[in-house]
């Protein structure tokens, strides 16, 4: 049993930045990748970034390619992500993913 819980999102102008952090419950952590989505108004959630159990290989999605940094630190069992030059199409839910956990989500506001 893993459980996620990501720290608060907020708001912010366009082009600032925002870094999540997600801190996981037991042992395992360090055996998972890490995943964050996010969910906008009306849409489908959508994958974000990857992280391996080792920090060794690295995916992002496109449209954040660039501008969000995913990273993690197993002797924390936490995992990050770094967010630059927010935009307001950025604006959305973001939910933290291990295999087949979840965290409760946090909203993360991007003003024009």
């Known amino acids: 049993q893993v459980q996620l819980v990501e720290s608060r999102g907020g708001l912010v102008q366009a082009g600032g930045s925002l870094r999540l952090s997600c801190a996981a419950s037991?042992?395992?952590?360090?055996?998972?990748?890490m995943n964050w989505f996010r969910q906008a108004p009306g849409k489908e959630r959508e994958f974000v970034a990857a992280?391996?159990?080792?920090?060794?290989?690295?995916k992002y999605a496109d449209s954040v390619k660039g501008r969000f940094t995913i990273s993690r630190d197993n002797a924390k069992n936490t995992v990050y992500l770094q967010m630059n030059s927010l935009n307001p199409e950025d604006t959305a839910v973001y939910y933290c993913?291990?295999?087949?956990?979840w965290g409760q989500g946090t909203q993360v506001t991007v003003s024009s």
């Open positions: 993913n291990a295999n087949k956990y």
């Open positions: 037991g042992r395992t952590f360090s055996s998972y990748a």
């Open positions: 992280i391996s159990w080792n920090g060794s290989r690295i």
